[in-house]
T-cell receptor, first 117, second 111 residues
């Protein structure tokens, strides 16, 4: 199946700093990528839909100025958590659908564990 | 908005017992997908169902899509310890660009 990479896998930062997370589709082009947040033992919460060449679409309750998304190319989307606080500590996962596949499969990245001290 | 409910939240079984998780949507779906997330890992695609009443099998796993395309189930026959993890359904409405995930069912298997 298609491969999606995510970097970094883990990050620890001080409160008030910004953290950038990269999501790459390695062997296919993704005009759309999804960013999720998952708290321990909870479901995936969709934060935003990243669209190549246009603005991201944010879900209700997600601050677009705090979670900056840039979809600069057909293989790369970035999520920047600005002025991170301890409550932003979570598991962030991206996914990308392979539009050329027969099934609308979402391929998930391995996730990024963010810990804000 | 669309809601996708999944039950049960947790299921503990003895190895060899069967397991079923159910997914119900508040709206009619164009398709439903099932994912498995191992502890500490990320979700991995299992299958997609599209047709009303569709049944698909993958070895010990049986997936069903309801006639009304509003519910689905995943049944595992004779569970093994390798089946542990959280199983998520994700339903997509017609003409919607995104899927809505259920809360997941976490399966633990006692050897």
């Amino acid at each position: 199946g298609a491969v999606v990479s995510q970097h970094p896998s883990r990050v620890i930062c001080k409160s008030g700093t910004s953290v950038k997370i990269e999501c790459r589709s390695l062997d296919f082009q993704a005009t759309t990528m999804f960013w999720y947040r998952q708290f321990p033992k909870q479901s995936l919460m969709l934060m935003a839909t990243s669209n190549e060449g246009s603005k991201a679409t944010y879900e209700q309750g997600v601050e677009k100025d705090k979670f900056l998304i840039n979809h600069a190319s057909l293989t790369l989307s970035t999520l920047t958590v600005t002025s991170a606080h301890p409550e932003d500590s979570s598991f962030y996962i991206c996914s990308a659908p392979d539009s050329k596949s027969l099934q609308e499969t979402q391929y998930f990245g391995p996730g990024t564990r963010l810990l804000v001290l | 908005g669309q809601q996708v409910m999944q039950i049960p939240q947790y299921q503990h079984v003895q190895e060899g017992e069967d397991f079923t998780t159910y997914c119900n949507s508040s709206t009619t779906l164009s398709n439903i997908q099932w994912y498995k997330q191992r502890p500490g890992g990320h979700p991995v695609f299992l299958i997609q169902l599209v047709k009303s009443g569709e049944v698909k099998k993958q070895k010990r796993l049986t997936f069903q899509f309801g006639e009304a395309k509003k519910n689905s189930s995943l049944h595992i026959t004779a569970t093994q310890t390798t089946d542990v993890g959280t199983y998520f359904c994700a339903g997509k409405r017609t003409n919607a660009g995104k899927s809505t995930f259920g809360d997941g069912t976490t399966l633990t298997v006692k050897p």
